[in-house]
């Protein structure tokens, strides 16, 4: 090794943060490099509220970061963040702020009071995770999203990191509008590169004592269509026919306004259509065309009809989540006995593909089969588990570029990955929780892959083209029991289970056991990480 070398290496081992890290080989022209880095998992989701509701001006603030511990007050929090090294907030893309306390009774002069309190710390917060690019603020309170509360915590903070923020309250915009201008007040101003508005109709809500509920809707909408490159998601429960109406009544107007609005809704497809004669009536045709994610469940071999209707007229669809009971080939056979005509009859159910140019996400769970010794049909089953397999991704468009992600699928072959190869040519991210038996080449079949994620451990190995690879080990419940995940466990280890080597690791630890580790063919990759890992688990 060069005197250069070595020098770069003892740079890198110097340098605390990922950033510096990020500078110094900027500066330099070596791509001979290796950076090999430990840090703690950090929280980014904290609980707050104060110690006396009745006594706001002169009670503390308490908060946890942790689901199961004690509140501390602010400023221990701040202490006990303070001495974290920063290497640990780098990471996080994600913050998330719950509140709770119960604000609805306070005057308008105590929410504005108590909303600047804590917007003072979340704007600590905020600043001390420097990637941070999606903030999400909610009360624990039902009762109390009519009370301006979290809207007013919004008006305070500034950050130009920030493109995503929710949840927001229907009813606390329609609450907040019958007092303020929207635009006079700018509740996102200090937000410039927000490009992302969570926005949630609940059911429960009483809108009765609300007047004026269209004048709020294009008070809010107004001001939100005035944001650059902004959109809307609007979120509710598709059974409640006030909270269609009221997302319809945005939607409609946020056309004249040329607003990107879509919709995130609860819709029971199989249910509607079935009922329906498998068409659509007017109020759903509206919100087909803006739905941005999708759940099916297949339970049965017609649910299959309502799965090409939704793939060939959700133009707008994004994400699709699909999953199939894993009895079905069983069934299937023993309708039509034979396995060959059970393979034609499976061909002409999915003779077709989908068009759909928006749908780039797919998540699909096969179920694991299983079939007793003694039954005679057990290779057959198992043969046509794995013909529904390719069957179900060959109806998938040509889109799906941004996640393949599969879920139990048992003793998938390389011609399957193969025909993922072909049908998604464009296809980057591929996930695998609770697969079995993967062909340890795979991976070969897709070569416009860059990164894999593995829930637990699976040799598999890794093509030379593959940019990251990450091994999560958030739930135990989703990988082998044996995985021993203790910091013990080197480098070689997974350099030996992926036949492949990689110059950078960053090894995230929780109480000594790995949270999850990644290697890197690229350093500069490292800022997509926590969003690779959210959308990979």
């Keep these: ?79 006990i963040l303070s001495s974290q090294p920063k290497i640990n907030f780098e990471i996080n893309n994600f913050i998330s702020f719950l509140v709770e306390d119960d604000t609805e009774k306070l005057s308008d002069d105590d929410k504005i009071y108590l909303a600047s309190k804590y917007s003072s710390f979340f704007q600590f917060i905020i600043d001390k995770f420097p990637n941070v690019n999606e903030l999400n603020i909610s009360n624990h309170f039902d009762n109390v999203s009519n009370s301006c509360f979290i809207l007013h915590i919004y008006g305070k903070l500034k950050s130009t990191e920030i493109k995503k923020a929710g949840s927001i309250y229907f009813d606390e915009i329609l609450k907040y509008a019958g007092k303020y201008n929207f635009s006079n007040y700018g509740v996102f101003d200090g937000l410039p590169n927000l490009h992302e508005i969570y926005l949630y109709i609940r059911s429960n809500a009483d809108y009765d004592n609300l007047s004026n509920i269209d004048d709020s809707i294009k008070n809010f909408l107004d001001y939100i269509a005035k944001i650059k490159d902004v959109r809307l998601i609007i979120g509710f429960e598709c059974s409640n026919n006030d909270s269609l109406a009221n997302a319809l009544k945005m939607l409609n107007y946020g056309k004249t306004i040329n607003l990107n609005i879509q919709m995130d809704h609860d819709l029971d497809w199989n249910k509607y259509l079935k009922e329906n004669n498998y068409n659509l009536s007017e109020g759903r045709m509206d919100i087909k065309n803006v739905t941005k994610s999708l759940t099916v469940f297949i339970n049965e071999i017609n649910d299959f009809k309502v799965l090409k209707i939704l793939l060939n007229s959700l133009e707008n669809l994004e994400y699709i989540v699909i999953y199939i009971e894993n009895s079905l080939p069983k069934v299937v056979l023993d309708e039509y006995k034979s396995l060959d005509d059970t393979k034609v009859y499976l061909k002409q159910l999915f003779n077709y593909r989908s068009c759909l140019k928006n749908l780039t996400n797919a998540r699909i769970s096969f179920g694991k089969y299983y079939t007793s010794p003694e039954d005679s049909n057990s290779e057959n089953i198992k043969h046509l588990y794995n013909f529904m397999m390719e069957c179900i991704i060959s109806i998938l468009p040509s889109s799906i570029s941004k996640l393949l992600y599969l879920m139990e699928a048992e003793n ?126």
């Design 412 to 537: 998938m072959t390389l011609e399957y990955f193969e025909k993922i190869g072909t049908l998604f040519p464009s296809l980057t991210t591929i996930s695998f929780l609770l697969c079995y038996n993967i062909p340890e080449n795979a991976l070969y079949k897709i070569p416009s892959l860059k990164n894999v994620a593995f829930n637990g451990e699976r040799k598999v190995n890794i093509p030379p083209w593959i940019e990251t690879v990450v091994f999560l080990y958030f739930d135990s419940d989703f990988y082998y029991p044996d995985d021993v995940v203790s910091d013990n466990k080197n480098n070689e280890h997974y350099f030996n289970l992926m036949n492949n080597r990689f110059n950078v690791s960053l090894r995230c630890l929780r109480e000594n056991d790995i949270y999850y580790i990644a290697f890197l063919k690229n350093f500069e990759k490292w800022k997509n990480l926590d969003n690779l890992m959210r959308i990979c688990y």
């Design 1 to 79: 090794m060069s005197s250069g070398n070595i020098n770069i290496k003892d740079l890198i081992n110097d340098c605390d943060t990922l950033s510096d890290i990020t500078k110094l080989l900027s500066k330099t022209n070596s791509i001979d490099y290796e950076v090999h880095k430990k840090y703690d998992y950090l929280l980014s989701c904290f609980d707050i509220k104060l110690s006396n509701i009745d006594d706001i001006r002169n009670s503390d603030i308490l908060c946890s970061n942790m689901y199961d511990h004690e509140k501390i007050s602010i400023n221990d929090m701040k202490t």
